[in-house]
Nanobody
């Protein structure tokens, strides 16, 4: 069964850090482009970061550049999102997505809340 499971979300104070984990099962995530998205209440889903399957090159949304880092551990079939210098506007549900051609999988999300 194909599955993406996100974890690592929670409540953190402004300026703090969190590391999100996206664990894949039922397929080899190493051959997929992996991306993190987020969606805040009343807002559209936003692309946060991506990492390719070919050379591991990364890309980031403008709002998180310099603060977030995406990485992958192919041996663990897992993708991470390290989030530093968190701001209240980073509060959202964070989703992991795997895509290869017409194959497209989403996780259920993990909530991140940045508040004092």
């Amino acid at each position: 069964q194909v599955q993406l499971v996100e974890s690592g979300g929670g409540l953190v104070q402004p300026g703090g850090s969190l590391r999100l984990t996206c664990a894949a099962s039922g397929f080899s995530a190493s051959s997929y482009t992996m991306r993190w998205y987020r969606q805040a209440p009343g807002k559209e889903r936003e692309l946060v970061a991506g990492i390719t399957s070919t050379d591991g090159s990364t890309s980031y949304g403008d709002s998180v550049k310099g603060r977030f880092t995406i990485s992958r551990d192919n041996a663990k079939n897992t993708v991470y999102l390290q989030m530093n210098s968190l701001k209240p506007e980073d509060t959202a549900m964070y989703y992991c997505r795997a895509r290869r051609g017409l194959l497209n999988y989403w996780g259920q999300g993990t909530q991140v809340t940045v508040s004092s």
